[in-house]
């Protein structure tokens, strides 16, 4: 029997239409590419929409057409946001730190039939644009008077919007339609793309928004500190005209200074990024003395916060640190770190020890741990196994059905990670599967290794990989990049990790180096460490002047 | 082109099965029908679940199936909504409170299967059991100590799982399944029947749970003194499971020291409920001195409460009082009283008057004002007209498609209510369309001359109703309740309305009863009111002993 109950497609332009309609004055602001503030409210958002999304029809976008675009935080990439999604064409959103070769290869892969593109990869997009097969338009995001030399042929964004009127009715979409993609950088073989809908987006906005994943309310003032093209900057640019909350767009400034001015300007309630940006941001407030008391939360995720800067970030920023995990195949949301009822009583040591683990698990996302031998393992925070997740906000296949190996047959997606879920809930990663360093027969967590010598107050970050060895198997080398001006001995450094670890997990070795090589969404490129292994980094082992 | 995410239905099974895994020990806790409090944990919960759902399966019922029950908020009641819906049929709530006639009246318009009913109701059972026709199965709610004597035949629920194992698989379920039935009490005509889904039941918890809504976290106890046959007790037994929260079912007794008990021992955060319950709970903290002080939230809806009880109940019980308008029609969540940024600097008195009105837009529920023209009017805060409202938990049609007239032709819901829309998007009803008074072509407000006179401190509420006038067609008659010990001038009375609304508004006449006439949902039935007017009416008068 069939429910008597509206069939209201779940679709994105809804969303922008609810803000306008209640929140027509609560502002979109941007730090723009070309340097200014910008700011709006939702009302002309949503009326610059409109004629963004008569201006692609004008250009001959239809449904399903891939739209990309190579562009930082800002107020003409939140207005893509509604502009392609509503007119049911697929906002495919590059990340611009891949390498040339990649950013042509992916909008190739894509079949990209128009290339919106910030001023700042002008001279990207001229370099790579006699490869790409299948873009038809370029669109430079900005006004005439900042037209891009280097891209003669490029329309302007300001003077299609300035052709079209805001009077528009969006066409019925599908919700199951898709509406966004994004690529993940697959540390193994070519990037592979996460083909987004409307209703796993609006689904997975409203989860986003509950009390025990981020709390939005209209009251807030949202400044994500993650990319739109890293999973829609984690889906806030959604999320927020949802809730009707105030969002503030970093444009291409993830720098502490940058950040920091924006969160005094704008009296920001929450943000959220990598670790990176807070250390940043921490270093930024120790120098100046500034003082912010407007923070209710730091979302941090990407990577594992240590303990260390996570109390650092509470000191410094005010608010709580929520640890969230999740990755791009889930729109990204997986788990969130937030407190039980039991946990109220915890002490200062308990709370910091608890909030190190990635999060607790939420209706909506579907886990399991799994042995190498496909059995599920039990939920004791001992087991660790194969982290797979399943959920209307979970990707069911990679674009062009690529990669199918990490789809289980019964229909759950594997994570690559490896994890142990608690009785209570808590998901704890110990590594990424690829990294995972077995010694003995028996796994060695890599995160547990960098967070116990993190925890040295001379450490900035560290990475843990695995060396070859004749009677083990592998053992741990632990790579170290002190803060600056420290100093420190390795020895030093190997007592205070064999203290707080598994003695047989203590590494043979901690080297010292100047850096660690990072990759485009700011983690440490392990393999790239592995391959080096070990001629290249006896060569980069320095100790920092002190 | 169709997106490639999980297409996960959304089912009322994963909302247990999700408590039952995270939130294993969290508390369901009752004040059973038989006497004693009855806690559990969700694990526990949904065992048993799943043994009901083995049980109603062995005694035939097939997907489509209506299953009622005639039952107070308890954890039997509780367990059917999940073992009823799981299995694809519907539970159809039915209100005890309706005349016996009634109630075999919406059994037979149902036509249910299977009947569920707490011992209380014993002999209403054994009383129209003869004329339910298509019921094959009567269930006492209880166990074999308490088997009803009055209806021989019943089999009794606690045997019924006995004989079952907890180890069951749910059957798939197309999420746009009718999940449950709940009759309106229609003012006129027959009941009609609202045919929930899984869809629209998930989708409403989600947003019922927003911070913006009720804010449901993982922290918090929920008392929901809405009885489980009133619209699914505004959701709660479903968002409460959803996001980890404790439950605390208040079985049939929702009088002032009941309520209080269950607060205190369970360290309540949330209640809501009809204005009454309030008044009862703040009369018996006032007599027994006692303190309540962990409500986070006073959710007050089915009627409007006025100034003075939102007051009241803010200083006896704590928290914040969040008033919430909605419908049977609506799943119920329509708007609720949360404020905006702009109002962090409000003062007290413009507080009270913000939180009159009934809430604000949310997300989900799409509302216009249209006029007797059909046209929509401004959202000036001013322009009263008929509410019409659309969304993904709005009822479509009512059961068997009766009642067409509501359900216009664009797609919208007439709700009967006249009301106004401000520009912050507040909602504030001026009237049931049926009780509008018309005086001289113009509207004259019920609720505010209610409102208005119920400022007084004598008064413990008040009905207007229009009785016919010569010239003005319409003039309003203003009956009084007054609070017990308290004596009132009606003079004095009208004048204090007098400086409280427009001049033309003041009702010619302000009458003092000792009562009035309360219908099954806890409304003052207007229409009796009026058909009583003017006879009956004046031997109601009487003057309370002071």
Redesign the interface.
């Known amino acids: ?8 497609p ?1 679709t994105l332009p ?2 922008l239409e ?1 803000a306008a ?3 027509p004055h ?1 502002e979109v602001v941007t730090r723009t590419v070309e340097g200014p503030i910008h700011r709006y409210g939702y009302a002309e958002a949503l009326a610059r929409v409109k004629r963004m999304a008569k201006a692609l029809l004008a250009l001959g976008v239809k ?2 057409d891939r739209v990309a675009t190579l562009a930082w935080s800002t107020h003409r990439h939140f207005e893509l946001y509604f502009a392609v999604t509503g007119i049911g064409a ?1 906002l495919h959103t590059i990340n611009p730190r891949l390498h040339p070769d990649q950013v042509a290869w992916v909008a190739n892969h894509a079949e990209d039939a128009v290339l919106l593109f910030d001023i700042t990869f002008a001279g990207l997009v001229a370099e790579i644009g006699p490869r790409l097969a299948t873009v038809k338009t370029l669109v430079a995001m900005t006004d005439a008077a900042h037209a891009p030399a280097e891209v003669p042929g490029a329309l302007i964004y300001e003077d299609l919007l300035a052709a079209q009127t805001p009077d528009f009715d969006w066409p019925q979409v599908d919700e ?4 966004g993609l994004c690529y993940t950088s697959g540390t193994t073989g070519n990037p592979k793309g ?7 987006t609006v ?1 997975h906005a ?2 986003l ?4 994943a981020f ?5 807030d003032v949202l400044l994500p500190c993650a990319q739109m093209f890293h999973a829609n900057a984690w889906c806030t640019p959604y999320a927020a005209p ?3 909350a ?1 969002l503030v767009l970093p444009g291409r400034s993830l720098d502490g200074p940058s950040v920091c001015e924006l969160i005094l300007q704008e009296a920001v309630t929450f943000v959220l990024g990598v670790p990176t940006i807070w250390v940043g941001v921490a270093d930024h407030l120790d120098q100046t003395g500034q003082a912010i008391d407007t923070i209710r939360t730091v979302a941090v995720g990407g990577s594992a916060p240590t303990a260390a800067l996570i109390s650092r970030i509470e000191q410094r920023l005010g608010g709580e640190v929520r640890q969230i995990w999740g990755m791009t195949e889930m ?1 990204p949301l997986g788990v969130v770190n ?4 039991a946990h ?1 009583a915890e002490d200062g040591q308990a709370r910091l020890q608890r909030k190190l683990k990635q999060g ?4 909506g996302v579907d886990m399991r741990i799994v042995g190498e031998d496909g059995a599920e393992l039990p939920r004791d925070g001992k087991s660790p196994g194969a982290l797979q997740v ?10 062009k059905h690529e990669g199918a190996q990490a789809f289980t047959d019964d ?1 759950w ?1 594997d994570t690559g990670d490896i994890a142990t879920l608690d009785p209570e ?1 808590y998901l704890r990663l110990t590594d990424r599967a690829k990294d995972v360093i077995k010694s003995g027969g028996e796994w060695i967590s890599t995160l547990d290794l960098e967070d116990a010598v993190c925890s040295h107050p001379a450490v900035a970050m560290a990475a843990a990989v695995g060396v070859p060895h004749p009677k083990w198997d592998e053992r741990p080398l632990l790579l170290v990049v002190l803060r600056p001006g420290q100093t420190a001995d390795p020895e030093v450094l190997k007592a205070h990790v064999a203290e707080r670890v598994a003695k047989w997990w203590t590494p043979d070795e901690v080297r010292i180096v100047a850096e660690l090589p990072i990759g485009p969404t700011g983690k440490v490129l392990k393999r790239e460490l592995r391959d080096a292994l070990p001629e290249a980094l006896a060569v980069a082992v320095v100790q920092p002047a002190g």
Do not use: E, N
Not at 209 to 212: C, E, K, R
Not at 338 to 341: G, K, N, Q
């Open positions: 029997m069939q429910a008597l109950m509206m069939d209201r779940l809804t969303i609810y309609q209640y929140h609560q449904p399903g697929v199951r339609s898709a509406s996460v083909l987004y809908g409307h209703r796993s689904l409203l989860a928004s509950l009390p025990d709390a939005f309310s209209a009251r949802l809730v009707g105030k729109s937030t407190p039980l009822p109220a607790r698990g939420l209706w399943r959920g209307p906000w979970v990707a069911s296949a990679y674009f229909g997606f809930g």
